[in-house]
């Protein structure tokens, strides 16, 4: 299929193939007939991109803000690789559309293949001619309202939204500052709820526009328009301003302060600068509002991807139940967005679209891109379920594998990108072969940049291809052990991110498909045995006579609100999804199991103190804190036994303290943490039939302690990790 696509580091806009969305449970796969390009907020976005890296550093402090704290944890140059990696690929555009549904996912009950939906979502309602969009974020279209017209319905729906946060009552009067495609909009639901309009825009053309769609009057900001304001509500004021203007001043602030009544209320949707002139706010004891997208539910997972909606006698209107009062109001004709569709372009024409409003030789309120209609006769039948894997035939398992090595991966995030492929892409012996994403233009950028042969979004397409040898697994943790599992049983050597499973039951899951398919060729991404700094400092150290003590401590810091790391309930604990990390490091390090852990944390459980008791007799203390100051690193580790200490400083400096004293220098390119050389020694192990770089006892008793820490944590007591097994 094709779609729009944008790169932010350069500007670039094209029309690329990508691979058509996998229907998944919970949502629908729409084939869209047409999409509304938001001219204020897709525009600020390509005008953005054409900045040099400066000019988006000064558009966007609130992300220079969140790369500086990067720095300080992860250091210079893996925030820069990451950064780069980041704004050198395909963004989507677009986020509001209608289409007809061509399947429907499992969970979906209130529409069938062949519906009309208007739908919503900057990552769902793309620019492209097919798009899976949850269930949340579609609604139905009656066949009263015209394709094109319900293709205005998400934009409405912020309109309405901005609405609802001023809380109009009838007859009351507003003043809407910027009259574009949302203005215009709200203009025509405040009219339909009886509410007097007045319109302000430095354009003519649309102040004519509004009062043509219910505005009483509109005009330029100027001393004609302050005039029109007192006229119309007899000096009063207007009893509430919706700011819909994008402006780099405060211009529209000052308007509306101005223009607003006493205890009257000022609502922002746009996009300006907010310096309020305090006097006059206090004198007016005005309420100051922001109206955030389409409504609650936006930017909460749990309602846009997991379909889970908020009841009605707490939260009356939800960003679904916005959009389909816009349907409502467009099918009584009750709202009438004809007047605002100035272009019709054909989705072919995209880019050059896109360049013309940019350049501004397209000056219009609203532009929809027309799509191909289907072919008379053509009849879309959505792909057949997948059947399980047949057991592959394990006699030649550990036997060398063909070169060039045929790999796939399934996922392709900012850690697969910026940490696993580099270290693959251009080397002779390996053969990139397939990539799949739940996102399209996610897998179309791994072709680009590392030059994959197919993208798909159905691992099927990987699973079933008998020529792929190895596949890596770096989805979300509630994933892993599902696709590995699944993997394993079609005859793949699995290279899977950390945690292999985030319970005993999918521990299970991929023990049986090992002793049912015969395969154990399986390594989970514990990267940090493999880091250079820590494999010279273990030989300095030297071997052990007896147990040994030891101190690792992991300053994690706080993880920003909207990490899909902080969902425990859907993918485990923070400390399940990483703390494997440093039991196996210490596992490695002292040549030992796992027996006992025993767990305590902060009030808040954000700070974790866990004490791990091994079979060797040793004993080590991982301390795993979100507390700390990110400027001090992130890992420091300390191993004492025999006479000796070896200390790790976030893997740039080590030493070791004894008979024989060693100390390295400075990193010369920063970190390493083993990524190359795990990734190395995975793809040694595929080609050679020899021995996985971490034996599979070794990855389960791992795995079990990590698991371990949460049932510690319950039940306030040691936990063995033969308990942890059975989940007492």
Same mark, same amino acid.
């Given at each position: 299929?094709?779609?729009?696509?944008?790169?932010?580091?350069?500007?670039?806009?094209?029309?690329?193939?990508?691979?058509?969305?996998?229907?998944?449970?919970?949502?629908?796969?729409?084939?869209?007939?047409?999409?509304?390009?938001?001219?204020?907020?897709?525009?600020?976005?390509?005008?953005?991109?054409?900045?040099?890296?400066?000019?988006?550093?000064?558009?966007?402090?609130?992300?220079?803000?969140?790369?500086?704290?990067?720095?300080?944890?992860?250091?210079?140059?893996?925030?820069?690789?990451?950064?780069?990696?980041?704004?050198?690929?395909?963004?989507?555009?677009?986020?509001?559309?209608?289409?007809?549904?061509?399947?429907?996912?499992?969970?979906?009950?209130?529409?069938?293949?062949?519906?009309?939906?208007?739908?919503?979502?900057?990552?769902?309602?793309?620019?492209?001619?097919?798009?899976?969009?949850?269930?949340?974020?579609?609604?139905?279209?009656?066949?009263?309202?015209?394709?094109?017209?319900?293709?205005?319905?998400?934009?409405?729906?912020?309109?309405?939204?901005?609405?609802?946060?001023?809380?109009?009552?009838?007859?009351?009067?507003?003043?809407?500052?910027?009259?574009?495609?949302?203005?215009?909009?709200?203009?025509?639901?405040?009219?339909?709820?009886?509410?007097?309009?007045?319109?302000?825009?430095?354009?003519?053309?649309?102040?004519?526009?509004?009062?043509?769609?219910?505005?009483?009057?509109?005009?330029?900001?100027?001393?004609?328009?302050?005039?029109?304001?007192?006229?119309?509500?007899?000096?009063?004021?207007?009893?509430?301003?919706?700011?819909?203007?994008?402006?780099?001043?405060?211009?529209?602030?000052?308007?509306?302060?101005?223009?607003?009544?006493?205890?009257?209320?000022?609502?922002?949707?746009?996009?300006?600068?907010?310096?309020?002139?305090?006097?006059?706010?206090?004198?007016?004891?005005?309420?100051?509002?922001?109206?955030?997208?389409?409504?609650?539910?936006?930017?909460?997972?749990?309602?846009?991807?997991?379909?889970?909606?908020?009841?009605?006698?707490?939260?009356?209107?939800?960003?679904?139940?916005?959009?389909?009062?816009?349907?409502?109001?467009?099918?009584?004709?009750?709202?009438?967005?004809?007047?605002?569709?100035?272009?019709?372009?054909?989705?072919?024409?995209?880019?050059?679209?896109?360049?013309?409003?940019?350049?501004?030789?397209?000056?219009?309120?609203?532009?929809?891109?027309?799509?191909?209609?289907?072919?008379?006769?053509?009849?879309?039948?959505?792909?057949?379920?997948?059947?399980?894997?047949?057991?592959?035939?394990?006699?030649?398992?550990?036997?060398?594998?063909?070169?060039?090595?045929?790999?796939?991966?399934?996922?392709?995030?900012?850690?697969?990108?910026?940490?696993?492929?580099?270290?693959?892409?251009?080397?002779?012996?390996?053969?990139?072969?397939?990539?799949?994403?739940?996102?399209?233009?996610?897998?179309?950028?791994?072709?680009?940049?590392?030059?994959?042969?197919?993208?798909?979004?159905?691992?099927?397409?990987?699973?079933?291809?008998?020529?792929?040898?190895? =596949?890596? #697994?770096?989805?979300?943790?509630? $994933?892993? +052990?599902?696709?590995?599992?699944? %993997?394993?049983? !079609?005859?793949? &050597?699995?290279?899977?991110?950390?945690?292999?499973?985030?319970?005993?039951?999918?521990?299970?899951?991929?023990?049986?498909?090992?002793?049912?398919?015969?395969?154990?060729?399986?390594?989970?991404?514990?990267?940090?045995?493999?880091?250079?700094?820590?494999?010279?400092?273990?030989?300095?150290?030297?071997?052990?006579?007896?147990?040994?003590?030891?101190?690792?401590?992991?300053?994690?810091?706080?993880?920003?609100?909207?990490?899909?790391?902080?969902?425990?309930?859907?993918?485990?604990?923070?400390?399940?999804?990483?703390?494997?990390?440093?039991?196996?490091?210490?596992?490695?390090?002292?040549?030992?199991?796992?027996?006992?852990?025993?767990?305590?944390?902060?009030?808040?459980?954000?700070?974790?103190? =866990?004490? #791990?008791?091994?079979?060797?007799? $040793?004993? +080590?203390?991982?301390?795993?804190? %979100?507390?700390? !100051?990110?400027? &001090?690193?992130?890992?420091?580790?300390?191993?004492?036994?025999?006479?000796?200490?070896?200390?790790?400083?976030?893997?740039?400096?080590?030493?070791?303290?004894?008979?024989?004293?060693?100390?390295?220098?400075?990193?010369?390119?920063?970190?390493?943490?083993?990524?190359?050389?795990?990734?190395?020694?995975?793809?040694?192990?595929?080609?050679?039939?020899?021995?996985?770089?971490?034996?599979?006892?070794?990855?389960?008793?791992?795995?079990?302690?990590?698991?371990?820490?949460?049932?510690?944590?319950?039940?306030?007591?040691?936990?063995?990790?033969?308990?942890?097994?059975?989940?007492?």
């Amino acid at each position: 299929m094709k779609q729009v696509v944008q790169n932010y580091r350069t500007g670039e806009l094209a029309l690329i193939d990508t691979p058509v969305p996998a229907c998944r449970p919970g949502g629908v796969l729409v084939r869209t007939s047409y999409s509304l390009i938001s001219t204020g907020t897709e525009l600020m976005k390509v005008d953005e991109a054409a900045l040099s890296l400066v000019g988006k550093a000064r558009a966007r402090p609130d992300q220079v803000a969140k790369v500086l704290a990067s720095a300080a944890s992860a250091g210079p140059v893996a925030t820069y690789q990451k950064v780069m990696n980041k704004l050198d690929s395909w963004t989507p555009l677009g986020y509001s559309l209608e289409g007809t549904v061509t399947a429907v996912g499992e969970g979906v009950a209130d529409v069938t293949v062949g519906d009309r939906v208007a739908a919503a979502g900057n990552e769902q309602a793309l620019h492209a001619e097919y798009n899976w969009v949850p269930r949340n974020l579609f609604v139905r279209v009656p066949d009263t309202v015209f394709e094109s017209h319900a293709a205005f319905t998400t934009v409405g729906a912020i309109a309405m939204q901005g609405l609802r946060q001023a809380e109009p009552a009838l007859g009351e009067s507003v003043l809407v500052i910027g009259l574009g495609l949302i203005g215009a909009l709200a203009v025509q639901l405040y009219a339909a709820a009886g509410v007097r309009v007045i319109g302000a825009d430095l354009d003519p053309a649309r102040c004519e526009l509004a009062q043509l769609t219910g505005a009483i009057a509109a005009a330029a900001p100027s001393s004609a328009l302050d005039s029109l304001v007192a006229e119309a509500t007899g000096g009063r004021g207007v009893d509430h301003v919706l700011i819909t203007a994008g402006a780099r001043d405060d211009a529209p602030v000052a308007l509306a302060v101005r223009a607003v009544r006493g205890r009257g209320r000022i609502v922002d949707i746009g996009k300006c600068a907010m310096n309020f002139p305090w006097n006059a706010c206090y004198e007016k004891e005005i309420d100051v509002r922001f109206s955030r997208s389409y409504g609650p539910g936006r930017y909460d997972p749990r309602y846009e991807l997991e379909g889970r909606d908020y009841p009605a006698e707490y939260v009356r209107w939800t960003e679904r139940r916005n959009m389909e009062c816009f349907v409502d109001l467009l099918a009584r004709r009750r709202i009438d967005v004809a007047p605002l569709i100035s272009d019709l372009a054909d989705f072919d024409d995209a880019v050059p679209t896109y360049r013309s409003l940019q350049e501004g030789g397209l000056r219009s309120v609203a532009v929809l891109f027309r799509y191909p209609a289907v072919p008379p006769g053509h009849v879309e039948v959505p792909e057949p379920a997948i059947a399980p894997a047949r057991l592959p035939d394990t006699s030649s398992r550990r036997r060398p594998a063909s070169r060039p090595l045929r790999i796939a991966f399934i996922g392709a995030g900012n850690y697969a990108n910026s940490m696993l492929l580099p270290h693959l892409r251009g080397r002779p012996d390996i053969d990139l072969a397939t990539v799949v994403t739940n996102s399209a233009l996610s897998a179309a950028n791994a072709v680009e940049k590392f030059g994959f042969h197919r993208a798909a979004t159905d691992p099927a397409a990987v699973l079933e291809d008998d020529a792929v040898a190895a =596949v890596f #697994v770096v989805t979300r943790h509630r $994933s892993h +052990a599902d696709l590995v599992a699944r %993997a394993l049983r !079609a005859g793949k &050597a699995v290279f899977v991110e950390k945690p292999l499973a985030l319970t005993e039951a999918q521990i299970q899951q991929v023990l049986t498909a090992v002793r049912e398919s015969g395969n154990d060729r399986l390594h989970v991404g514990f990267n940090r045995r493999f880091a250079p700094l820590l494999v010279e400092a273990r030989a300095a150290f030297g071997s052990r006579s007896g147990p040994a003590t030891a101190r690792y401590l992991v300053n994690a810091g706080p993880l920003p609100g909207d990490s899909w790391y902080l969902d425990a309930e859907a993918e485990g604990t923070r400390f399940a999804g990483e703390g494997g990390h440093f039991l196996d490091t210490l596992a490695w390090l002292l040549g030992a199991r796992p027996r006992s852990v025993f767990a305590a944390a902060t009030a808040a459980s954000d700070d974790l103190q =866990v004490t #791990v008791r091994w079979d060797d007799g $040793s004993v +080590a203390t991982i301390t795993y804190a %979100a507390s700390g !100051a990110p400027s &001090a690193g992130k890992e420091h580790l300390e191993l004492l036994a025999d006479g000796q200490l070896l200390r790790l400083t976030d893997f740039r400096r080590a030493d070791v303290h004894g008979p024989q004293r060693w100390r390295s220098g400075r990193l010369p390119r920063g970190q390493d943490k083993g990524q190359r050389a795990q990734v190395s020694a995975f793809l040694r192990s595929v080609c050679t039939g020899g021995p996985m770089p971490i034996p599979l006892g070794s990855l389960i008793s791992t795995t079990r302690a990590t698991l371990a820490v949460s049932h510690s944590l319950a039940s306030g007591i040691a936990v063995t990790v033969e308990e942890a097994e059975s989940g007492s």
